[in-house]
């Protein structure tokens, strides 16, 4: 069964630019989950898509936007960058019928913002 | 929300020895996963534990929920255990909807 996917892995950005990332979740699983990681707040929730629908979200600015497609697939968005949305964005994986579900987490997608 | 700490923060071992690292958590929890972050920043799962005891080879986890604790075991360690390892849960109030709240993880060095 193939992992948790997530495209690209890498990516550089300018300030004021925005940015589309990708995550492939396990074959079956239907909820996908993002999480930011950085230096000074450590892993924190972005937001969760269950079948197409946001149905939770962290604390973060109306700039990081998601959605998920009929496959899935999800995509986040961050809209103007700023310096402080350099960070690992990992996404997760997981069944979603359930919130006592194990997530399984993508490689990553290191995003630098000059 | 939830508040989750681990300790200790960091941790020098000599290979083949053992540790434990503790994970604290301020509310009941439905969910409770051990990870393993590798150099890539990939998190590897270990357990999920909310819970009980578990065993995977040389790694070992016991969650006491009633005392909102847990503790992961590795035993005989070797230089590819080396990483983070991070304790995250899910609250049994937010009902799903938080997300996952990681501890700041153990940075654990094995040296040879």
């Known amino acids: 069964k193939a992992g948790v996917t997530q495209t690209p892995r890498y990516l550089i950005k300018t300030r004021g630019q925005q940015v589309t990332l990708s995550c492939s979740p396990i074959?079956?699983?239907?909820?996908v989950s993002w999480y930011q990681q950085t230096p000074g707040q450590g892993l924190q929730f972005l937001f969760e898509?269950?079948?197409?629908?946001?149905?939770n979200k962290g604390n973060f600015p109306g700039r990081f936007s998601g959605r998920q497609f009929s496959n899935s697939r999800s995509e986040m968005n961050v809209s103007t960058l700023e310096l402080g949305d350099s960070a690992l964005y990992l996404c997760?994986?997981?069944?979603?019928?359930?919130?006592?579900?194990?997530?399984?987490f993508g490689p990553g997608t290191r995003l630098t913002v000059l | 929300g939830i508040q989750v700490e681990q300790s200790p923060p960091d941790l020098i071992l000599q290979e083949g020895a053992n540790s434990t690292l503790r994970c604290n958590f301020s509310?009941?929890?439905?969910?409770l996963q051990w990870f393993h972050q590798n150099p890539w920043g990939q998190l590897i799962n270990l357990f999920y534990?909310?819970?009980g005891t578990k065993q995977n080879g040389r790694l070992s986890a016991t969650t006491v929920a009633t005392e909102r604790y847990s503790l992961l075991y590795i035993s005989s360690s070797q230089t590819t255990d080396s990483g983070v390892y991070f304790c995250?849960?899910?609250?049994?109030?937010?009902?799903?909807?938080?997300?996952?709240?990681f501890g700041k993880g153990t940075h654990l060095i094995i040296q040879p």
């Open positions: 997760a994986s997981l069944a979603g019928y359930s919130d006592t579900d194990t997530q399984y």
């Open positions: 074959s079956g699983h239907r909820s």
């Open positions: 898509y269950f079948s197409e629908t946001q149905r």
């Open positions: 509310d009941s929890v439905n969910n």
């Open positions: 534990i909310p819970s």
């Open positions: 995250a849960v899910e609250a049994q109030s937010g009902g799903g909807a938080d997300g996952l709240t």
